[in-house]
């Protein structure tokens, strides 16, 4: 705690202040979940064949999921455990909300002039659909999917239930679908 007081220049507590003791409440069980990972990584043909991640330096998704796990783990006291149960790369943009998909030469134009698409939101249903997201859950048990993708790409956190729900939509009575909600 003395370095987050340093941090944001809080005072040092009173000598006399009463000491925190640990709460009488139970702690909850850890919960253990297996997670499903879609890492957009495109091949940029003009750029030798090099994935997007080598072509601009990013970070390696795979090292940035690790540590996300770690960091949800130590931040949750322990109570919070993912493993990647699932992988899949994928060469390609995602599908933006209004239907837009990048090309290579349009990327690396706006990468250049900074100037990006707008809706810059990813269409999480599409994904649902296109990678079978809950017809996987019932064969790989999944109970999560995260999304990671390049600087731009406007994934956000999101997650779906897997196990619960019986697919990306629910049908009403009058033929509607229903979408499911991303917590």
């Not at 899949?88 to 090309?103: A, L, S």
Request: net charge positive; with cysteine.
């Amino acid at each position: 705690m003395d370095i987050l007081r340093n941090l944001f220049g809080f005072p040092e507590p009173p000598a006399n202040s009463p000491q925190q003791t640990a709460s009488p409440l139970p702690s909850p069980a850890p919960i253990h979940r297996r997670v499903m990972a879609i890492i957009h990584n495109p091949v940029f043909r003009s750029r030798r064949g090099q994935k997007a991640q080598q072509v601009f330096g990013w970070n390696d998704p795979d090292r940035l999921a690790q540590e996300y796990i770690a960091d949800i783990r130590a931040c949750s006291a322990g109570y919070a455990n993912f493993e990647i149960a699932e992988r899949i790369e994928v060469d390609g943009f995602p599908v933006k909300r209004d239907g837009f998909v990048y090309t290579e030469d349009n990327f690396l134009q706006a990468w250049q002039s900074r100037r990006f698409h707008d809706p810059d939101g990813v269409d999480y249903l599409r994904l649902v659909r296109d990678f079978n997201i809950f017809r996987r859950s019932t064969v790989v048990r999944l109970m999560r999917c995260g999304c990671s993708a390049f600087p731009t790409a406007a994934t956000t956190s999101r997650s779906w239930r897997g196990r619960e729900h019986s697919g990306a939509t629910r049908r009403h009575s009058k033929g509607r679908s229903k979408p499911l909600a991303a917590s």
